[in-house]
């Protein structure tokens, strides 16, 4: 199965008016469907990166065939940073945002107490056919969790 092609958005600060015209279409037809807060997530992404030798990490697919990955740094079982990265939509991108920052600052268990509908309810509108990107997210943190209880946690191999 191919891959889907890399999807390209028209130059918000483009000159011509044509491009402008289409940008502008695309972020009205954004308001309708989108909450403000996961317009503003995709538009001004801050979270976007990767963490160097993280405590925990994740890289998942979801159904659509995009991917996700979550670095976390723990300190005493809390997490004291959260990144993402991911080749999805605007919507991926706004769920990658508002998982890290739902995360940050979080014990293990508070986290791994993210659901897939907390996490909707944080980004407030979202259409059904974008629920998987929550389900995506959501997953990745509970994989990056749980890839550092493996490294990390009571029943970890002792290290040498
Ligand atoms: Fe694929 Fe959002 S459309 S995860």
């Not at 309708?32 to 979270?47: G, N």
């Not at 990955?69 to 997490?79: F, P, T």
């Not at 997953?139 to 009571?154: I, K, R, S």
């Amino acid at each position: 199965m191919s891959k889907p092609e890399k999807r390209t958005e028209p130059d918000p600060a483009s000159d011509d008016p044509v491009l402008r015209a289409i940008q502008e279409a695309l972020n009205e037809q954004a308001r309708k469907e989108f909450s403000p807060r996961v317009v503003e997530l995709w538009s001004h992404p801050r979270r976007r990166g990767t963490i160097d030798r993280p405590d925990g990490f994740a890289r998942n697919r979801g159904i659509c065939g995009d991917t996700m990955a979550v670095y976390l740094s723990l300190k005493n079982d809390r997490i004291v940073a959260a990144r993402y990265e991911t080749d999805g939509c605007g919507v991926t991108t706004a769920c990658g945002e508002a998982i890290t920052e739902l995360a940050e600052g979080k014990t293990l268990e508070e986290a791994f107490g993210i659901s897939p509908r907390a996490l909707l309810k944080d980004l407030g509108r979202l259409p059904r056919s974008h629920w998987h990107c929550c389900l995506l997210a959501t997953t990745t943190l509970h994989n990056a969790l749980a890839n550092y209880l493996a490294l990390h946690g009571d029943a970890a191999p002792e290290r040498p």
